[in-house]
């Protein structure tokens, strides 16, 4: 009785054995969680730029005359991009990070190159939204 016991699980049916193969979801881009990608790289995105804009004191400082205002909206813009990097499982991230782009272009009166340090990470913002809605549609076969 117990050799019948090690040998039942032997007795599969074939569809117990393997079953057949399906096609996978057609909403999945083929990672276990798009979403939670697209979150990461906007959180990326967002730090970097918070890195970015810290390092733009410095020169801003060097640069200008009168370098508190600049000082000041670079805070700010700062801030907003760690508090949006930290809040990236919100829906309305990515909205209020296009706006936070548009704010950092909004910079160009204040020295050139803030203006165009905003439209590079309004472009790689853009390639983040990019890859979101990229990740939520099926594979290409």
Do not use: N
């Not at 117990?2 to 083929?30: I, L, V, Y």
């Not at 979150?39 to 060097?62: D, G, K, N, Q, T």
């Not at 936070?100 to 472009?123: E, N, R």
């Amino acid at each position: 009785m117990a050799d019948e016991d090690e040998h039942s699980h032997e007795r599969e049916t074939p569809e117990e054995a393997e079953a057949p193969w399906t096609e996978p979801e057609d909403a999945r881009s083929g990672l276990r969680d798009p979403k939670r990608a697209a979150r990461s790289l906007a959180a990326m995105a967002l730090s970097f730029e918070a890195i970015a804009l810290l390092l733009a004191i410095v020169p801003m400082r060097i640069i200008l005359d009168d370098s508190t205002i600049a000082t000041i909206v670079i805070l700010i813009l700062t801030v907003a991009c760690v508090v949006l990097a930290g809040m990236s499982r919100r829906d309305w991230v990515w909205p209020a990070g296009a706006v936070l782009q548009v704010a950092v272009i909004a910079c160009w009166p204040i020295h050139w190159a803030l203006g165009v340090a905003g439209i590079v990470f309004g472009l790689v913002w853009a390639y983040c939204w990019y890859v979101k809605v990229a990740l939520g549609k099926a594979p290409k076969r």
